[in-house]
T-cell receptor
């Protein structure tokens, strides 16, 4: 069956360091993968999208990689700040036409001052 | 004003009651979705609609129904609520015009539903 795993439920990191979050999947061939940020009690907010034919995408301090051979995406936040503390969700395109998204359970990142 | 709004934001109800959660959007998007989020289970898709005449079941549609009253409105109903439907419910939208390979979704603030 299809499965998405975000390897850590929680990740603590010191301010200024690079946070790396992992998303692994099995039995999918997603056309693209997305990352979202969710703050407590709020809806997820879109951050980045990477297509199956792209290796890397950057946006300010964020970087996403996508390895379709390993079936893995890595999400990096460089120079992390306490304001980056949140839960980060990966989502894979699924369903006919790839318009549906299937979400991972998320990784809760805490950036410690 | 928020682009995707949900009402109510919080609701406590009793087993067996009929409940409707409403979602409205001003983004002009064709596609709308309903998800539930449970601790440890993540976001799961209940129903989705690609336009007013197109409604589809998601991963966990049993016990739920939906109505797409207009492009901007998508309602989720629990015909007879049960305690294991206690969860955080999110509505989301996406834009068909961006084409395949995009489809970022825009989420509402959520409705916290408690069924006693």
């Amino acid at each position: 069956s299809q499965k998405i795993e975000q390897n850590s439920e929680a990740l603590n990191i010191q301010e200024g360091k690079t946070a790396t979050l992992t998303c692994n999947y099995t039995n999918y061939s997603p056309a693209y993968l997305q990352w979202y940020r969710q703050d407590p009690g709020r809806g997820p907010v879109f951050l980045l999208l990477i297509r199956e034919n792209e290796k890397e995408k950057r946006k300010e301090r964020l970087k996403v990689t996508f390895d379709t051979t390993l079936k893995q995406s890595l999400f990096h936040i460089t120079a992390s700040q306490p304001a980056d503390s949140a839960t980060y969700l990966c989502a894979l395109s699924s369903g006919a036409g790839s318009y549906q998204l299937t979400f991972g359970k998320g990784t809760k990142l805490s950036v410690i001052p | 004003d928020a682009d995707v709004t949900q009402t109510p934001r919080n609701r406590i109800t009793k087993t067996g009651k009929r409940i409707m959660l409403e979602c409205s959007q001003t983004k002009g998007h064709d596609r709308m979705y309903w998800y539930r989020q449970d601790p440890g289970l993540g976001l799961r898709l209940i129903y989705y609609s690609f336009d007013v005449k197109d409604i589809n079941k998601g991963e966990i549609s049993d016990g739920y129904s939906v109505s797409r009253q207009a492009q901007a409105k998508f309602s989720l109903s629990l015909e007879s609520a049960i305690p294991n439907q206690t969860a955080l419910y999110f509505c989301a939208t996406s834009d068909r015009a961006t084409g395949q390979g995009r489809n970022e979704q825009f989420f509402g603030p959520g409705t916290r539903l408690t069924v006693l």
